[in-house]
């Protein structure tokens, strides 16, 4: 394939503002195809333009009193620097995401790719909003499908949402998962020394959540699912990592119980935390995707998570991972019957691990992410 100049619109990266499991997807897909292609992320940020890991990023700083308006002057002022870098042209517009929308709309005659990493009735819980905000994303997530030239999803299940949500085609739509540097997130360490400093014996199974704590990632089943597990197994440990508007509520209940809040942790700490665990909970209602599922497994952690998504569709259920329905009940079954055979919560995590430098490699997201474009600019 030839040399593309590709753009690509995303309102969050890994060097400028980081908000969630978009950063480090969009991020790490413009590096990969910046290894072959001459690359330019249009982001928020501080400062000038610079070239980092291959990819020219061009920032700017919103303003606006609403999420709406915010993103609106996110277009307004990414469209500037896009124009200022559009000689020669480029070949390929890529756009992460409903926020850089305006600027779709404005590109629309251009050659175009949306990528959907989640949807807004998803990020409420698979409810349909009544707030005028939740009817405008929804409407903005409506046009840029159907203005885009081609469509990408971060699984099936969201393919499968979309085109019930906002009737798109599926011949204009291509699955490719995110994926992961494992390397990243394998840390050699005593687990037992980790624990100590929560306050954790040793000794202690411990059961970790990380994550926003809001109602789409399900922490409160997991937070109804401790005294269930504690009444079988009484020295489980919990640890809630994560900030979200549930997470007072959360504290509350488990003033007696034994489950640690540490709120939102840097990378060195959540590494070590995953490392030293004894098992991951993904307790989700709605799962586009599920990086915590693959960061998990890079670790060599077997994962309990519901079965919804992504998740779903990644975990091959009792061979990496166990799947169970999206009740409170089912997750401290599960939670309880894997916590008791180590050996084969190892052997789920060392399962997950193979999966992850087979399928979720970035060099073969870039190949296929290559395609789409071909796609796109050979007009299919």
Not at 9 to 29: D, I, K, N, Q, Y
Not at 241 to 248: H, N, P, R
Request: proline share 6%.
């Amino acid at each position: 394939m030839a040399t593309l100049k590709i753009a690509q619109f995303c309102w969050e990266s890994l060097h400028s503002v980081r908000e969630g499991g978009l950063s480090p997807a969009a991020t790490h897909l413009a590096e990969v195809l910046g290894t072959k292609h001459e690359v330019h992320f249009f982001t928020r940020g501080d400062g000038p333009d610079r070239n980092i890991g291959n990819v020219i990023y061009h920032f700017c700083q919103p303003e606006g009193d609403t999420i709406i308006e915010y993103c609106m002057d996110l277009s307004r002022k990414l469209l500037t620097k896009f124009r200022e870098s559009d000689t020669p042209p480029f070949d390929i517009i890529h756009f992460h995401d409903w926020h850089c929308s305006d600027a779709l709309e404005e590109l629309r005659s251009r050659k175009t790719v949306m990528s959907y990493h989640s949807t807004e009735y998803g990020r409420n819980g698979n409810n349909f909003g009544e707030w005028p905000e939740f009817q405008a994303i929804s409407a903005k997530e409506w046009r840029c499908g159907h203005l885009a030239r081609h469509v990408v999803t971060v699984s099936r299940h969201t393919e499968t949402e979309i085109m019930w949500l906002y009737g798109i085609p599926e011949h204009k739509i291509t699955v490719v998962p995110n994926g992961i540097y494992p390397e990243h997130y394998y840390l050699p360490l005593d687990p037992g020394s980790v624990k100590k400093r929560y306050g954790i014996h040793p000794l202690a199974p411990l059961v970790l959540f990380i994550g926003r704590l809001v109602y789409q990632k399900g922490p409160d089943l997991l937070v109804d699912a401790v005294p269930q597990v504690i009444k079988r197994r009484w020295d489980v440990q919990f640890i809630i990592a994560g900030k979200g508007d549930m997470k007072q509520e959360l504290e509350r209940r488990c003033r007696t119980l034994p489950v640690r809040f540490t709120g939102y942790i840097p990378d060195e700490e959540y590494l070590q935390l995953l490392n030293a665990c004894d098992l991951v909970v993904i307790p989700s209602r709605n799962e586009p995707f599920g990086l915590v599922l693959t960061e998990a497994w890079s670790a060599e952690k077997c994962a309990v998570a519901t079965d919804v998504g992504g998740l779903s569709e990644n975990i091959d259920d009792f061979v990496d991972g166990i799947k169970v329905p999206v009740r409170s009940d089912s997750l401290a079954w599960a939670i309880s019957y894997i916590i008791e055979d180590p050996v084969r919560i190892r052997a789920m995590g060392v399962a997950g691990k193979r999966k992850v430098l087979s399928r979720f490699n970035w060099a073969r997201i870039g190949r296929m992410m290559d395609m789409v474009y071909t796609r796109v600019i050979d007009g299919r």
